[in-house]
């Protein structure tokens, strides 16, 4: 079964200090995998994902198929950076439209 | 461009009654999906349309949830009647269809959330 695991409710760190948010899949297919996050009162938006191997506010993300995982990297966080972040893996189907399977996500709270 | 737009914004009833969610998805987005989060969980898929048509419904809890999507615009949730377990926050989201070939890099647009509260 398609399964997102992400093993700490919360992340406490202080400003300039670096972030692993980790994120562990289970799937047979080929997976797609995508950071979202929800700043304070804000919405749930797409923070990256794995196929465009990008750098979005700083944060990377390596898929690695190896050890299943998906972790959310950021060598410097600052307090903007504080949210919930979910860890989501895509299931695409023929018919035109994917279907989100959401890790419990992880509360990033920086600390000045 | 307006987002993903859902009403009400929070509501609090007492167990038994019923309540009904609305979201009114990106114009000209096929795909309108709906989720949730109970307390501490994950969030969990509920069900996808496309258009009008129930595409999968296999999140849904049990009959006492019904969704619809008349037109093919915007959607309803309702939770009839409603029990203290379904307390939780519902989401909407929207986004493209792929095999019409427009961009579709599989990110779903979400809505603020409706958080239920059922006393």
């Known amino acids: 079964a398609q399964r997102v695991t992400q093993p700490e409710k919360l992340l406490s760190v202080f400003k300039g200090a670096p972030v692993e948010l980790k994120c562990n899949y289970s799937?047979?297919?080929?997976?797609?995998l995508f950071w979202y996050v929800q700043y304070s009162r804000q919405r749930l938006q797409l923070l990256l994902r794995h196929i465009s191997r990008e750098s979005i506010k700083g944060f990377t993300a390596d898929l690695n198929k190896g050890e299943t995982s998906f972790h959310l990297k950021k060598p410097f966080a600052q307090e903007e950076d504080s949210a919930m972040y979910y860890c989501?893996?895509?299931?695409?189907?023929?018919?035109?439209?994917?279907?989100?399977?959401f890790g419990a996500g992880t509360r990033l709270a920086v600390h000045p | 461009e307006a987002g993903v737009t859902q009403f009400p914004s929070h509501s609090v009833i007492e167990k038994g009654q019923t309540v009904t969610l609305r979201c009114d998805p990106i114009?000209?987005?096929?795909?309108l999906y709906w989720y949730r989060r109970v307390m501490g969980k994950e969030i969990k898929f509920l069900l996808h349309f496309v258009k009008e048509s129930k595409q999968d419904e296999s999140g849904m809890p049990n009959n006492r949830f019904l969704a619809e999507r008349t037109g093919g615009t915007y959607s309803t949730l309702k939770v009839q009647p409603a029990e203290l377990e379904d307390s939780g926050v519902y989401f909407c989201?929207?986004?493209?269809?792929?095999?019409?070939?427009?961009?579709?890099?599989?990110?779903?647009?979400f809505g603020e959330g409706s958080r239920l509260t059922v006393l």
């Open positions: 989201a929207s986004s493209e269809d792929e095999r019409r070939g427009q961009s579709n890099t599989g990110e779903l647009f």
């Open positions: 989501a893996l895509s299931l695409m189907f023929s018919g035109g439209y994917n279907k989100l399977i």
């Open positions: 114009s000209g987005h096929d795909n």
């Open positions: 799937y047979s297919g080929s997976p797609e």
